[in-house]
């Protein structure tokens, strides 16, 4: 497939990409801006990092270092590419391999901060799945499941540790048990629009590992009326 170069929206960066197939979504960037380190040594895991576009944005805002797991080697290629084009290798690390796998290169409760903007859909006999290989298991939970990504969170993270997630909506009491059963608490939650007059379709997600109960809903995100997506939060 042939691979273009484009601006990472207004963060300016670039970010390289399949030119007829996976690119970086809007989702990415609400996600990243959703992120707030305590302290600049705070370690940043982003599972299902893509071709790095949270990595990449977090880098324009702390200094904190990143490491990123994507398990398709094409787009992993492409994440790899753009943290060099952006001169990024000092403060990025990326990982080829399943999220399943990740005990395998990082201790038990070593990570302060992991953020995940996972497949959304489940693989199921009826599923209609994409013919495109990498769109099928970017999108639909072939490879991985929701509550394996939050598992392995769970044990990576430290005591207090911050997770933050984008899903959708309509998974929330799904996410909601997954969560507790791996003892992290839901502290803020901001619905996402795509307009006035239609339901949320997405949902950012912020955890905390062992915290006490108190959750707050945000103000709601509507994205049609956004011109940047730079310090929502």
Do not use: W
């Not at 484009?6 to 609400?30: A, H, P, R, T, V």
């Not at 895991?45 to 702390?62: E, H, I, Q, S």
Request: with cysteine; proline share 3%; charged share 25%.
């Amino acid at each position: 497939m042939k691979t273009v170069q484009n601006d990472l929206y207004d963060y300016g960066m670039k970010i390289f990409q399949l030119e007829e197939g996976f690119k970086f979504s809007l989702d990415s960037l609400l996600l990243a801006e959703f992120i707030k380190p305590h302290n600049d040594k705070q370690k940043i895991l982003d599972l299902c990092t893509g071709n790095a576009a949270v990595p990449l944005v977090l880098t324009t805002k702390y200094i904190n270092k990143i490491t990123g797991i994507e398990l398709q080697k094409e787009i992993y290629n492409l994440a790899l590419k753009s943290v060099i084009c952006n001169h990024k290798e000092d403060q990025i690390m990326l990982i080829n391999d399943n999220v399943k796998n990740l005990l395998n290169y990082l201790d038990y409760e070593s990570i302060d901060i992991i953020s995940c903007n996972p497949p959304y859909f489940k693989h199921q006999s009826s599923s209609i799945i994409n013919e495109e290989k990498i769109k099928a298991i970017a999108r639909h939970e072939i490879t991985i499941t929701l509550a394996e990504l939050i598992t392995i969170s769970g044990k990576l993270l430290k005591n207090n540790g911050d997770f933050y997630l984008i899903h959708r909506a309509e998974r929330l009491e799904e996410i909601i048990n997954i969560l507790s059963s791996q003892h992290l608490i839901i502290k803020e939650v901001v619905p996402i629009y795509t307009s006035n007059n239609k339901n949320a379709s997405l949902i950012l997600v912020h955890c905390i590992k062992n915290a006490k109960k108190g959750l707050k809903i945000l103000p709601a995100i509507y994205t049609n009326k956004l011109k940047t997506f730079k310090n929502l939060f």
